[in-house]
């Protein structure tokens, strides 16, 4: 039996049946781990007897939350309540991995450092972002890593792209907000990772800065299938 702990892959969907099926039949390729892995899907009220099809097909066994059309933050909210593991791999329906993935260092590092929080696997690069070169020993060994620093130029040190994240870190920094549109969601809980003086640690392994997914949806972002929200009332967010 492994001495790792359990892993939630935590994927994050709405309405996309093809997307989710190639993003899920590639993590169950690519994702390296010494543990046991768990599967939750984080559904905002797709229509039809989807998650059923959708755990056949991929012949997997998945614990599921569905929320009706409130949003990511709600969505994603829901899904942490209910997921019992404290570590999880969270994943949008539409990014498809293009490398293989070791959780079993990113779960290492977390074990091994209490100041990291969060390990991001979709690739910094195309970001501003200021970095510095640590090393951890760990129980799968010396391993290098890179900090994110706060003061960065770019606002995301934190992004909702593919990421390992520690429950101390969704918990020191809260829930994501509710009731907003995606793109929003995001932006809000960057600022909120961005100004915590002395929060947690957003950090990337070495090999993270090259790109590791595809991205194969089409954006909804301010679309009619963003969520219920009124966009009118976000005009003047690029300024908050």
């Known amino acids: 039996m492994s001495d790792w702990p359990d892993v939630t892959v935590l994927i994050v969907t709405y309405d996309r049946p093809g997307e989710i099926r190639k993003t899920m039949r590639t993590l ?129 040190i934190y992004s909702n792209r593919p990421h390992l994240v520690h429950r101390r870190f969704y918990e020191q920094i809260g829930p994501y907000a509710e009731g907003k549109s995606l793109g929003a969601t995001e932006t809000d809980y960057a600022h909120r990772v961005k100004d915590e003086e002395g929060g947690l640690l957003v950090v990337t392994l070495d090999d993270g800065i090259r790109r590791a997914f595809r991205h194969v949806g089409k954006s909804r972002q301010r679309s009619g299938k963003d969520s219920n929200y009124d966009f009118t009332r976000e005009k003047d967010l690029s300024c908050t």
């Open 28 to 156: 169950q390729r690519r994702l390296c781990y010494g543990g046991q892995l768990r599967w939750h899907v984080a559904d905002d009220g797709t229509p039809g007897d989807y998650l059923s099809e959708l755990e056949a097909d991929l012949g997997i066994t998945f614990t599921s939350t569905v929320t009706p059309r409130q949003g990511w933050g709600t969505n994603v909210n829901t899904a942490w309540d209910a997921i019992e593991t404290d570590f999880v791999f969270l994943c949008e329906d539409d990014y498809v991995a293009r490398q293989s993935l070791n959780l079993t260092r990113g779960v290492a590092l977390l074990l091994a450092e209490p100041a990291i929080g969060l390990v991001r696997y979709d690739g910094l690069a195309g970001h501003k972002l200021n970095l510095f070169l640590r090393e951890a020993k760990t129980k799968a060994g010396r391993l290098d890593y890179l900090v994110i620093s706060r003061d960065s130029p770019h606002l995301n």
